[in-house]
């Protein structure tokens, strides 16, 4: 509890970045199937993009890094890179707890690994982003990549992928903290 306390007051002190709370209101639903991206107001869809691109073996449970899959769950952003080689990068809280728990138990994490990852969750702190699980996943534009390829393929390396315009867009209703669930 004292541990609780004591990260809690460093916060606030601006010792040790958090992840900022949000508006609760505004949450994004990735749809790993259709390919879309609503951003939600509650229980209502205020905008949606179409045509994004995840991973290029799909979405599912991610094995390890480098494995190119996209993974599922429900996550917040992070942190944000405005001056990213995609545009924009909205990074996501990949490993959470439940990754971690499913990877532990499979042999691919050892505990202490589990532990940080858990201990960043609990904490409101970004999660290890060098983890045999991998990291630095997230939701971003395509920089001065190529359309075409976009629109044709599945072709990050696990993040999404939206065109410029939509990262523009979607600028406008996320923030750190904004709950992501990726299905």
Not at 30 to 48: H, N, Q, R
Not at 80 to 100: D, Q
Not at 132 to 147: D, M, R, V
Request: aromatic share 6%; net charge neutral.
């Amino acid at each position: 509890m004292l541990n609780k306390i004591f990260i809690f007051l460093l916060m606030c002190l601006g010792l040790i970045p958090s992840i900022s709370i949000a508006n609760p209101d505004v949450w994004l639903l990735v749809d790993t199937e259709k390919l879309s991206m609503e951003i939600k107001k509650g229980d209502k869809t205020v905008a949606v993009l179409n045509n994004i691109a995840i991973g290029r073996n799909g979405a599912g449970e991610k094995n390890h890094r480098g494995d190119d899959v996209t993974p599922l769950g429900n996550f917040r952003i992070g942190w944000i890179n405005e001056s990213s080689n995609f545009r924009k990068f909205y990074g996501l809280t990949y490993p959470n707890v439940e990754h971690a728990d499913n990877a532990l138990k499979k042999g691919k994490i050892n505990l202490d690994t589990y532990e940080s990852i858990a201990r960043a969750q609990s904490s409101g702190q970004i999660p290890p982003q060098d983890t045999n699980l991998g990291g630095q996943i997230g939701i971003h534009g395509l920089g001065s990549a190529n359309l075409s390829i976009h629109k044709s393929m599945n072709w990050t390396h696990g993040c999404i992928a939206l065109t410029n315009d939509q990262i523009d867009q979607l600028s406008q209703w996320v923030e750190k903290g904004t709950l992501v669930t990726v299905k």
